[in-house]
């Protein structure tokens, strides 16, 4: 886990022989709370989108991500800009096929939270940034599967009859 300091890709050396080390990368701490609260709000609104919702959080990650990325100065090559743009594109068709079109306009609001989730994260490690992605989709499940029974909710979906 811990990398050994002193190695010479860290170290440079002026010319009276002080050997200085590369600042290390500071990061932003996790404000879990808000990543929490985020999912809770897509939980309280995915019921009314039937199955929009996951697509509306991978074009909320998508956008939210490629903006996270202009902010902290990195750019993205052609691969990166093809998986962002194909992941716009089947979020956007995902939203209007599985939430029946009005499912998927309702979802809007989920788009804008997972973007802000990202926005959150943005100065987060990278490893934080993962578990605040991990939140926002697992919270939001939780909430179909243990909170809304328990709350006497019955949510039902129904394709095709």
């Known amino acids: ?18 050997v200085s080390t590369a ?3 500071a990061y932003a701490p996790l404000r879990i709370w808000v990543h929490a609260l985020i ?6 609104i995915s019921p009314f ?6 697509f509306a959080l991978l074009l909320g990650m998508a956008f939210g991500a490629s903006s996270a990325r202009r902010e902290r100065g990195e750019r993205s090559d052609f691969a990166v800009s093809l998986l962002t743009a194909l992941a716009m594109a089947i979020g956007i068709l995902g939203m209007l096929f599985f939430g029946a079109i009005i499912g998927g306009l309702i979802a809007i609001p989920i788009v804008i ?6 926005s959150a994260a943005a100065h987060a490690s990278p490893v934080d940034r993962g578990v605040a992605r991990i939140l926002v989709f697992v919270i939001p499940i ?20």
């Open 1 to 18: 886990m811990a990398e050994a300091h002193g190695s010479e890709a860290d170290q440079s050396s002026d010319m009276t022989g002080t």
């Open 23 to 25: 600042p290390a990368e």
């Open 39 to 44: 999912g809770v709000a897509v939980g309280m």
């Open 49 to 54: 989108t039937a199955l929009a919702w996951p």
């Open 113 to 118: 939270l997972a973007a802000f989730s990202e």
């Open 142 to 161: 939780a909430m179909w599967f243990i909170v809304f029974p328990l709350l006497g909710m019955n949510v039902n979906v129904n394709i095709g009859g």
